[in-house]
């Protein structure tokens, strides 16, 4: 896909760590709290004593959520500076933050001494990625047999597009008016996304298309894949 390289990306999340942190503040944002969360914690079924890893996790907050139903978290962003914010304003819930690139298997395969996990989980990080199949690869290796992958990311049917559907590719945008530089996003089709849970011997079996503000067009699609 390209376009936009890694390095691109990362020094543009460097430069917005601040902001998304204090914007976000111990319980994120409307949206966040109303598109978002509702139904991936539906979908993720956290329990008490569950191992789980959550890749991408901005300033921690769901991390944080997790640990305090019960679970054992590990979080990891690809930021130093998110991950160090994340660590200061989550001293003591009980997450292991630790900066790891998702795109990049032999750190994400660092993990599995964590492991193996019940669960994975990922908020609004898939379009922020320049490549996801190390991710689900990894995390599905990561899993234990059952576990499952909730993942929610921007709709590429309604929210990713530019003048184009089928064909991945990257662009720049702002997630949050007033951001201190634009991001880069990357538009996959549901099909490039579906088959690639398929291939990596995913089962999905939970779907919800959650839109902000009682519009018709959804923001967000959150899937479950279930490590067959
Ligand atoms: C839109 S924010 C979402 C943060 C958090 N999950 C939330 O919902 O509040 C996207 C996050 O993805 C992280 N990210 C982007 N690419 C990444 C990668 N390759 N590896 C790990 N984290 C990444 C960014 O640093 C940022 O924290």
């Not at 409307?30 to 956290?46: C, G, M, N, Q």
């Not at 880069?184 to 089962?203: E, P, T």
């Not at 899937?223 to 067959?228: D, G, H, T």
């Amino acid at each position: 896909m390209a376009d936009f390289s890694l390095q691109d990306s990362l020094a543009a999340w460097e430069a917005n760590a601040d902001f998304w942190d204090s914007y976000m503040g111990d319980n994120s944002n409307r949206f966040h709290r109303e598109v978002v969360k509702p139904r991936v914690t539906e979908l993720l079924a956290i329990a008490p004593g569950d191992r789980v890893l959550e890749v991408a996790c901005g300033n921690g907050n769901f991390a944080a959520g997790m640990a305090a139903a019960g679970a054992r978290v590990t979080a990891v962003d690809y930021s130093p500076r998110m991950i160090e914010l994340a660590r200061k304003r989550h001293p003591a819930d009980g997450v292991d933050f630790r900066v790891t690139d998702a795109t990049d298997e032999d750190q994400l395969m660092a993990l599995a001494e964590m492991g193996p996990f019940d669960k994975a989980v990922s908020n609004m990080a898939v379009m922020d990625m320049t490549d996801i199949a190390p991710l689900f690869r990894c995390v599905a290796h990561m899993l234990k047999p059952g576990g499952c992958f909730v993942f929610a990311t921007q709709h590429p049917c309604f929210t990713t597009l530019t003048d184009r559907y089928l064909t991945p590719h990257a662009y720049m945008g702002e997630g949050i008016a007033g951001q201190p530089v634009e991001q880069c996003y990357y538009h996959r089709s549901l099909q490039d996304i579906l088959n690639l849970c398929f291939r990596c011997g995913f089962v999905v079996d939970g779907c919800y298309e959650e839109a902000y503000g009682g519009k018709e067009r959804p923001d967000v699609i959150i899937l479950r894949c279930i490590k067959a």
